[in-house]
């Protein structure tokens, strides 16, 4: 077992701890004498022997987040390292190998064997070496040849990194081993750099409901490994907070926990949603508490609570034509795609999702039709999380939202001073930014004319040319575009270059609205429990869901999202959402029109809602048409007692409701109409 340093005892630092020169030979010559004292030898022949399936399985499923997180940044560590006669090792805290790649060829055979999955690479085990001295010191550091106690090991050079969980604990290593002939100075700088992705990436997935808030000191830093990630509480509590968001909010973890978002942010928590709508909006300038400007870009648990927990989701019923779902293999552990957290149900939903499975990773580009809030841009993100590019960044580019004069040096970039405002050291734009992921182009349909030449340019020759810069510059994305506009029409206008049209439109799908899906019912438990905390889930009303399913949701998701948040605030998470829960507004849309399609015992429950919410409020001024809801509930009921001869059962039947209900009306009925 390592020792583990208290995390405050490392001290600020923006990347993971690394040993420099001098520290490294003290931390050698350190564990040197630790060897010593755990009586290995250096003549003697390292434990080579077969490791217990069991144990190694064990420590699989100890650490079977680790790995899931760890897995494809290997891959991608490894594609930079192919042909050096290295392996990429990952192993846990204690030193057990869990995964490897790469070609043991260059090896002699004895150490082929020390390299495979559940050999022990713990100091206590085989005295100095990266691995077990990198877990030990909580640094990161080479142990190169004859640096290592065992001369069984000295034809070796190792570059490792501990790898720290979001709550500051070493959780496992990342480590690049070879034949000692290939050392390369550059190979722990990668080391390190891929550990500080693995650990961003758990950041993401372990505060799944919590705010998160990215930031950095430059824009363009945002996505990136250097960003800093803090989580809060909906509350504003501090939670935890990266190596990079430690460093430049200036404090240790341990003096972070005494503070709220708005101590350290300088803004309530409650400002978030106003200044960050939409799922991936643009970086808005923050100030810390240390007079520092950040971007950030916040995360808020609503809009990523619905995808966060595969576990949660029932898998949807799977229409009889479809295929089954496909599951992503990542190392030993299966995961549901992304795609299919939104496959639930909807025949029209599901075809999409199979349509773009079938051209997933065949650089297609794809454009997504819907109207407003219908999940384009989720959509977009599940897209890019299923495909093999999902390590890379995603970044959303609205072209509604970027003043026209902008939108050309925030797409494609600028130098140093190529305009009256333009930072001082440029910026390198978004497509630039997307390099290697994906390009998401939201609203396309709003894109500027003039700017439509341009893009069409860097997608069809896969280079961007910054603002002011005489330099091209090779770029690799997948591009996904969404409009809620017809971009048919738009062309027939004039307004959209058709080449743009047919570059970005590979795949076509539409995203139904969401009074056509089948699945709203199944929706709206999803996202009701998303709303709750610790697996509780809040009712809903019969009354209400008939209600919800006959709206028409000019708004789509959006504003079902905001409907729900409010009702369960309101019911609270363990009770009912009645029709008294649902907003006034909403109900007086309903009152004011669109109550065409509602059967009496809708309306009834809507007058009654009105009636208990606001007592004093009820029938005061008749909207302009004169149809106050309480008037259609109250002429509804007049009309079928007349046609019963004044026979209450018989009418309450025949509304569907009952006959105290038209009892408690009595006073407002027509006289003549109860016999
Ligand atoms: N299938 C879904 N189930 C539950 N919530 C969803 C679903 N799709 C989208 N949402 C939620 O609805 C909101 C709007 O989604 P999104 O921004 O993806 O829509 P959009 O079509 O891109 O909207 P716009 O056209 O206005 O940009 C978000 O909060 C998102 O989390």
Not at 72 to 99: C, F, K, W
Request: hydrophobic fraction near 40%; charged fraction near 20%.
């Amino acid at each position: 077992m390592t020792a583990s340093k208290p995390r405050e005892a490392r001290g600020l630092r923006a990347s993971p701890p690394v040993a420099s020169a001098m520290d490294s030979t003290n931390l050698i010559h350190q564990s040197h004498r630790r060897s010593l004292d755990y009586g290995i030898t250096a003549h003697a022949e390292p434990d080579f022997s077969s490791p217990s399936r069991g144990l190694l399985n064990d420590a699989l499923d100890e650490n079977r987040f680790l790995f899931q997180h760890a897995a494809p940044v290997m891959e991608t560590l490894y594609d930079q390292i192919v042909n050096t006669h290295s392996m990429v090792l990952l192993t846990s805290a204690r030193g057990m190998v869990l995964h490897s790649l790469g070609d043991t060829d260059f090896l002699e055979k004895a150490s082929r064997v020390a390299l495979t999955p559940g050999m022990d690479w713990s100091e206590e085990n085989k005295g100095t070496n990266a691995i077990g001295t990198a877990l030990t010191e909580e640094e990161a550091l080479t142990v190169h040849g004859n640096q290592h106690f065992m001369n069984a090991n000295k034809v070796l050079t190792c570059s490792c990194a501990p790898i720290f969980d979001p709550y500051g604990q070493v959780i496992g290593a990342l480590d690049v081993t070879g034949d000692h002939r290939s050392f390369h100075q550059h190979t722990l700088a990668l080391v390190r750099m891929s550990a500080q992705m693995i650990e961003n990436h758990m950041f993401a997935d372990i505060f799944p409901k919590a705010i998160r808030i990215h930031f950095h000191t430059r824009s363009e830093f945002l996505g990136t490994l250097v960003e800093g990630i803090a989580v809060f509480s909906p509350e504003g509590r501090f939670i935890s907070a990266n190596r990079s968001a430690q460093f430049q909010i200036g404090l240790p973890f341990a003096a972070l926990k005494a503070h709220t978002f708005s101590s350290l942010f300088g803004i309530p928590v409650s400002a978030l949603s106003e200044l960050f709508t939409g799922t991936t909006p643009n970086p808005k300038q923050l100030c810390l508490h240390n007079g520092v400007s950040v971007w950030a870009r916040v995360k808020l648990k609503a809009q990523n609570a619905w995808m966060a927990h595969p576990q949660d989701v029932q898998p949807p019923p799977t229409p009889a034509n479809a295929q089954p779902a496909p599951l992503k293999q990542t190392g030993k552990r299966m995961q549901l795609s992304s795609l299919q957290y939104l496959d639930t149900g909807d025949p029209q939903v599901s075809s999409v999702i199979h349509k773009l499975r079938r051209v997933s990773g065949r650089d297609i580009p794809v454009m997504i039709l819907g109207e407003t809030g219908t999940g384009k841009d989720l959509l977009a993100q599940a897209i890019h999380g299923d495909s093999s590019r999902s390590g890379q960044p995603f970044v959303s580019v609205n072209c509604a939202s970027i003043p026209d004069n902008l939108i050309e040096s925030e797409l494609f970039g600028y130098e140093e001073g190529a305009f009256t405002g333009a930072r001082k050291k440029g910026s390198i734009g978004k497509i630039l930014q997307a390099n290697g992921g994906t390009l998401f182009l939201d609203e396309i349909g709003d894109m500027p004319k003039h700017l439509q030449a341009r893009l069409l340019r860097v997608l069809q020759e896969r280079k961007v040319n910054p603002l002011g810069s005489t330099k091209e510059m090779e770029v690799d994305v997948a591009v996904i575009s969404a409009t809620h506009k017809n971009v048919k029409d738009m062309i027939a206008r004039g307004d959209f270059r058709e080449d743009l049209y047919y570059r970005l439109n590979g795949l076509v799908v539409r995203l139904p609205a969401l009074r056509e899906r089948t699945d709203f019912q199944l929706v709206v438990q999803k996202i009701l429990k998303s709303l709750c905390e610790n697996g509780q889930r809040v009712a809903i009303s019969l009354t209400v869901m008939d209600l919800l399913r006959r709206y028409h949701w000019p708004g789509n998701f959006r504003q079902l999202h905001n409907l729900l948040r409010t009702a369960v605030v309101m019911a609270g998470c363990e009770g009912e959402i009645l029709m008294e829960h649902l907003p006034d507004d909403f109900l007086e849309e309903i009152e004011h029109g669109y109550n065409a399609h509602l059967p009496p015992n809708v309306l009834e429950a809507i007058a009654h809602s009105h009636a208990t919410a606001t007592p004093t409020a009820v029938p005061s001024t008749p909207d302009p048409d004169g149809h106050r809801l309480q008037d259609v509930a109250l002429s509804a009921m007049a009309n079928m007692l007349r046609l019963h001869k004044g026979n209450v059962s018989a009418a309450a039947k025949a509304l569907g409701v009952s006959r105290n209900t038209i009892y408690r009306k009595r006073d407002q009925l027509p006289p003549d109409v109860l016999g």
